[in-house]
């Protein structure tokens, strides 16, 4: 039989599958290829009984993926993994989970939006490298700890499951709305109003110290690892998430280099002993950033960043500056007098940073936040106000000892709302009861 319509395809073996699509130049593109050709020519085993198996070929590495790593920038790895269902086989039944979509990426690894098949839960995958194992085994003793508190409930995200697949440790977590970062671009970068700070405060103080009860330091509290967990229907509800830098307090050391510069605690830079206190540092830096709608302190140079520090503080007391291995960065003592001094800019051996699209902001003291936004006039958001500047002081402590801790803050007025009255007419009251849900 002839058909004049069909034309025997020029295929001298399977391997002339690398020929027919010249156009692909990827190397990750060309890897999958050769493993598609792998297991075609196992399913084309002339012998039947010599032909794999679907179990053997749902182990091959063309559909485990095993080839292509999870955690690469590559665009064509991405797009495959999004496209793929993901097949964590164990002795008890499979979990399966579809990759919907790529959500991001960290130091450690990168997170993908899931469905948890047969359940249709929604979730977030993060996918961190065994050559990281030590960040992955460490956040793993850190979120299993964490969860055995009911973590979840105390607005620390909730881990969901955890296995290794393939060449990657895999962490399954609820599935949140937006970082803070997304949420000042989602209102063209407008800033929270003092009552919206409030509430981000509460849950964060809230994450604080079931953190500080259970001996745990995140160390990396900044506006991207804090998530708005369903900004419609819950607004300004957050969770704090990512602890892949996080440790038990009693092993944090002196001379340990943690936090973004823009978020750290002067104590970090100065070598003094480290405490839980560092974090409660983080989140006054996040709030102060969700209302000003910018850094408060440098985050790009550390001897910019603590200029501003002391200039709106005041400098350490001179016995602390005395315990600090890492001081003579910043200071120099005065033999004549016997005290620590600031350096001056010529004085910095180090390399100042700048950034031409970053201006440090106008502040002399935490009390010019009342200037900021000249449109409040209300009494009763001034006064707001004004506890949020109180409370605000005592989180910016510059000797960690003397700084506020979570429970402390969580019974200040600004948050319990003391300072307003429980009923008023006044309109800045409309929508308190509704976000302030824990009154």
Not at 163 to 179: H, I, Q, R, T
Not at 391 to 413: Q, Y
Request: net charge negative; hydrophobic share 40%; proline share 5%.
């Amino acid at each position: 039989m002839i058909d004049s319509d069909y034309r025997d395809i020029a295929l001298d073996s399977i391997d002339d599958f690398l020929t027919i699509h010249p156009e692909i130049q990827d190397p990750f593109e060309l890897e999958d290829l050769q493993s598609f050709i792998d297991l075609l020519k196992k399913m084309f085993t002339v012998n039947p009984s010599e032909r794999i198996t679907p179990e053997e070929a749902l182990n091959h590495r063309f559909i485990t993926m095993s080839h292509l790593p999870p955690t690469s920038n590559n665009s064509y790895v991405i797009s495959a993994y999004e496209k793929m269902k993901v097949y964590i086989m164990e002795k008890e039944e499979p979990r399966v989970y579809i990759v919907q979509k790529f959500l991001g990426r960290g130091a450690f690894g990168q997170v993908v939006k899931g469905l948890k098949q047969g359940t249709d839960e929604v979730v977030a995958l993060k996918f961190i490298h065994k050559d990281d194992s030590e960040s992955a085994t460490g956040e793993a003793t850190i979120l299993k700890h964490l969860r055995e508190l009911q973590a979840d409930q105390k607005n620390l995200i909730k881990l969901i499951d955890h296995f290794e697949y393939n060449d990657s440790f895999c962490f399954v977590f609820e599935m949140l709305d937006m970082d803070l970062f997304d949420l000042l671009e989602m209102r063209h970068d407008k800033p929270l109003d003092v009552s919206e700070v409030r509430v981000v405060a509460h849950d964060l103080l809230v994450a604080l110290n079931a953190l500080k009860n259970a001996g745990v330091t995140h160390t990396d509290i900044k506006p991207d690892n804090i998530m708005l967990v369903n900004h419609q229907s819950q607004p300004f509800r957050v969770k704090l998430i990512d602890f892949g830098l996080a440790m038990e307090t009693h092993d944090l050391r002196n001379d340990d280099v943690i936090q973004v510069c823009g978020f750290r605690a002067p104590e970090v830079n100065l070598g003094l002993p480290l405490t839980e206190a560092v974090d409660m540092w983080a989140v006054a830096c996040t709030l102060a950033f969700i209302f000003l709608g910018d850094y408060i302190y440098n985050p790009i140079c550390e001897f910019n960043n603590m200029r501003q520090i002391f200039k709106l503080h005041g400098l350490p007391d001179q016995d602390l500056l005395g315990k600090g291995t890492k001081v003579n960065r910043f200071f120099i003592f005065d033999q004549s007098n016997q005290t620590w001094r600031f350096k001056t800019p010529q004085e910095y051996t180090e390399t100042i940073m700048i950034d031409s699209d970053y201006r440090d902001i106008a502040l002399d003291s935490i009390d010019d936040f009342l200037t900021i936004h000249p449109e409040i006039q209300d009494p009763f958001e001034l006064e707001d106000l004004q506890s949020f500047i109180d409370l605000l002081k005592m989180m910016f402590t510059v000797n960690p000892s003397e700084r506020i801790t979570p429970e402390e803050a969580l019974n200040h007025r600004f948050i319990t709302m003391s300072h307003l009255p429980p009923t008023s007419d006044n309109s800045y009251f409309g929508w308190l009861p509704a976000t302030c849900w824990w009154l």
